[in-house]
């Protein structure tokens, strides 16, 4: 199913099991606005480039939320509310990585 659809958010969506509001609500109850969510994809798109792909993405918000190493110590953010690319996708961008990085922006991106 998730093949098909792309996440288990459209899936879900697709099957009529939760409608664009529930996310909404989801979001606000996690204590994130889309200002928020908005931010985390404005700061990995800062440090990687306008044209990171939604995986990339996910790869450099598993990096973030690795515990540090003695190696690495600092580097990772130790946020465990950093959104997945689903979640940005399905709030910020109706389902679109594009329209959220746009919207993220303000601008095409």
């Known amino acids: 199913m998730i093949r098909r659809f792309g996440n288990w958010l459209r899936t879900l969506l697709a099957a009529g099991l ?4 529930d996310l909404r609500r989801r979001s606000h109850a996690r204590g994130l606005t889309n200002e928020d969510l908005a931010k985390f994809l404005r700061r990995a798109l800062e440090e990687h480039g306008k ?6 993405y996910d790869h450099w918000r598993q990096e973030q939320l690795a515990p540090p190493t003695d190696a690495t110590a600092g580097d990772a953010t130790g946020e ?15 389902g679109s990585w594009q329209k959220a990085k746009t919207v993220a922006f ?3 991106v």
């Open 18 to 21: 939760i409608t664009t509001a």
């Open 51 to 56: 044209s990171m792909t939604a995986t990339a």
């Open 80 to 94: 465990s509310s950093i959104p997945s690319e689903s979640w940005l996708t399905e709030q910020l961008g109706d």
């Open 106 to 108: 303000g601008t095409p």
